[in-house]
Each structure stands twice: as structure tokens, then as C-alpha cells.
């Protein structure tokens, strides 16, 4: 069976994409943005005008499309109008809408060990882990490979993490132990968790039914994605007085205010402020009776 053609303005459109050296994730996302649109206007995307843009961003709103939805729609529209296009009048036409901001599940540290105890096999066991003990995303965690694990430093390497750049993740002994535990029962030749092929990583999706699995199967009622892990092992840290700076590098967070939002959820933390009202002193003194 022959592929789809594709279309000389969708290629171009990639091969701009790539000149700026974008990972993949953000082609596809940015091609299916461009495509929902083309779907919606009803004829070719470059024929648009302001008005179909704005119609475009109503529609969204009204069938119930989220913010994350909107405002990626809009930077794929506005890269595609601005660069593929060079119509870069239209991208001020094109509105990003406020996403809210919402405080992180974060899970106890029991519910922690129930979930990786309960974790599908010794594979999923050690990448959960990885994601927990290192503060990994989903993405750095499945695209791990063997030579990245350094045990004499104790560090990960994360190759191109978000924002395409390399850092270095700790390494805790109980991680290193669970990854040889693994490593001595699937002798991994480059991936450090292979997919069902071997030649593969384990893909996102797979990791992510893993951890819906892992906490159902340790009856955790809370809503847990693999960005929990994360998110439980920043708290836990910022709980055990772990300066929030270090935090920050920790997570390969760009900007410290991302990291600041777990003293919110942060319970130790809150617990052991003095409110302010405790330090009052009482402005009338009770009075004694007389003697």
C-alpha cells in the first residue's frame, strides 16, 4: 500500500520545522493543530482570513476545548502563518487564553511504596522508581539508556530533557539497586526499559497505562499520572527541608517560581509556619478580682 501524499504546504511547513531543529513531538502536534483548523475552515489553511481565525478560536471555546488545547492550537497557527506562510500579520489574530493554575496530586509516601510495589513486573517496578527517585518526566524516563546510569558518580545523564538540554538527575542507591535488579533480568543492550521491540524504547503511553494499572491494583483513589511521581518527589524533598533551589536543578526547571509552586502542597511545610496571629500579644489583660 502506497502512502498518502503529502501536500507541497505541509511540507514545507515540516521542513521549516525541522531548519529550526524542533523534536518531534512538535511536529506532530503542530501539523495535527494545522490540520484541525484546515478541517474546520473547509478549504485550503492559506486561503484563511483574520475572520475565519477568529471564528476559529469561538469554536474552540464553545465545543468545550481546554486552554492547553486553545494555546497550542494558536502557536502552531501562528508558526504556521508567520513562517510557512510569511503572512505575519495574521498571528496578531491569534489569541493565547489563561490557563489555570492548579495544585499537583501528591501522593503520601506510603502510597508511594503501594504503588511501586504494585507495579506490573521488575521492568515497570525500576521505571516507576526512576520516575519517583529522580524526579524524572515520562519522557526522560523511557528514553533512558543503559550507558546513562553512572555509579560512581551517582547521577543519570537526561539527554535533551524539555527544552532540548542535557542535565544530570541523582542517582540514590535504592534506584541504583532496583535498575541492576532489572539489568540482571533483561540484560538491555541500549534502551534501558526496551518497548515490546527490543530495538525500541518503552513508549509514553506504555509507561503511562503502567501507572494507571500500578495504582489501581494499589487502590489509590486519587487521580495519578507519571507526572505525579514527579511532582511527589519534589514535595517530599521541599518537606525534608531540601533548599528549593537545589530543588529547581534537581528538576531542570527553567525558572525557580515553577519550583516554588510545591510549598504549596508542600503539608510539613505549612504546618510547621507560625501564623501570625499566634504572636499577638493580647492588647487588654484579663482583669484580676480584687483581693
Known amino acids: 500500500m502506497s502512502e498518502k501524499p503529502i501536500s507541497p504546504l505541509r511540507r514545507r511547513m515540516i521542513e521549516d520545522m525541522t531548519v529550526r531543529n524542533f523534536v518531534e513531538k512538535t511536529h506532530?502536534?503542530?501539523i495535527r493543530h494545522v490540520r484541525t483548523f484546515t478541517t474546520f475552515l473547509g478549504r485550503a489553511p492559506d486561503t484563511a482570513a483574520p475572520e475565519d481565525l477568529r471564528l476559529f478560536q469561538l469554536h474552540q471555546t464553545q465545543t468545550g476545548v481546554g486552554a492547553s488545547g486553545i494555546n497550542g492550537s494558536v502557536a502552531a497557527l501562528r508558526f504556521f502563518f508567520t513562517v510557512t506562510l510569511d503572512r505575519p500579520e495574521m498571528a496578531?489574530?491569534?489569541t493565547f487564553?489563561?490557563?489555570?493554575?492548579?495544585?499537583?496530586?501528591?501522593?503520601?509516601?506510603?502510597e508511594i511504596a503501594r504503588l511501586l510495589e504494585a507495579a506490573?513486573?521488575?521492568?515497570?517496578?525500576?521505571?516507576?522508581?526512576?520516575?519517583?527517585?529522580?524526579?524524572?518526566?515520562?519522557?526522560?524516563?523511557?528514553?533512558?539508556?543503559?550507558?546513562?546510569?553512572?555509579?560512581?558518580?551517582?547521577?543519570?545523564?537526561?539527554?535533551?530533557?524539555?527544552?532540548?538540554?542535557?542535565?544530570?538527575?541523582?542517582?540514590?542507591?535504592?534506584l541504583l539497586e532496583l535498575l541492576r535488579d532489572w539489568y540482571r533480568i533483561a540484560r538491555p543492550a541500549v534502551w534501558l526499559f526496551p518497548g515490546r521491540d527490543p530495538?525500541?524504547?518503552?513508549?509514553?503511553?506504555?509507561?503511562?497505562?503502567?501507572?494507571?494499572?500500578?495504582?489501581?491494583?494499589?487502590?489509590?483513589?486519587?487521580?495519578?499520572?507519571?507526572?505525579?511521581?514527579?511532582?511527589?518527589?519534589?514535595?517530599?524533598l521541599l518537606e525534608e527541608k531540601t533548599d528549593v533551589r537545589l530543588i529547581q536543578v534537581l528538576?531542570?526547571?527553567?525558572?525557580?517560581?515553577?519550583?516554588?509552586?510545591?510549598?504549596?502542597?508542600?503539608?510539613?511545610?505549612?504546618?510547621?509556619?507560625?501564623?501570625?496571629?499566634?504572636?499577638?500579644t493580647p492588647l487588654t489583660s484579663e482583669k484580676k478580682p480584687p483581693s
Open 251 to 280: 528538576l531542570g526547571h527553567a525558572r525557580l517560581d515553577t519550583t516554588a509552586l510545591y510549598a504549596q502542597v508542600a503539608t510539613n511545610v505549612i504546618r510547621a509556619v507560625m501564623s501570625p496571629l499566634d504572636r499577638l
Open 97 to 110: 487564553v489563561r490557563e489555570p493554575r492548579k495544585i499537583p496530586v501528591i501522593l503520601s509516601l506510603e
Open 120 to 174: 506490573p513486573g521488575p521492568k515497570y517496578k525500576a521505571a516507576l522508581s526512576a520516575a519517583y527517585g529522580a524526579g524524572l518526566r515520562v519522557s526522560e524516563v523511557v528514553a533512558l539508556k543503559v550507558s546513562d546510569i553512572d555509579s560512581e558518580r551517582m547521577l543519570l545523564r537526561i539527554e535533551q530533557g524539555k527544552g532540548r538540554k542535557d542535565r544530570f538527575a541523582m542517582l540514590s542507591p535504592r
Open 28 to 30: 506532530n502536534d503542530y
Open 199 to 236: 530495538l525500541l524504547p518503552l513508549t509514553t503511553r506504555q509507561f503511562n497505562r503502567a501507572v494507571h494499572a500500578a495504582a489501581e491494583r494499589a487502590a489509590i483513589k486519587k487521580r495519578v499520572t507519571p507526572h505525579t511521581l514527579r511532582h511527589s518527589f519534589a514535595t517530599h
Open 92 to 94: 496578531r489574530h491569534l
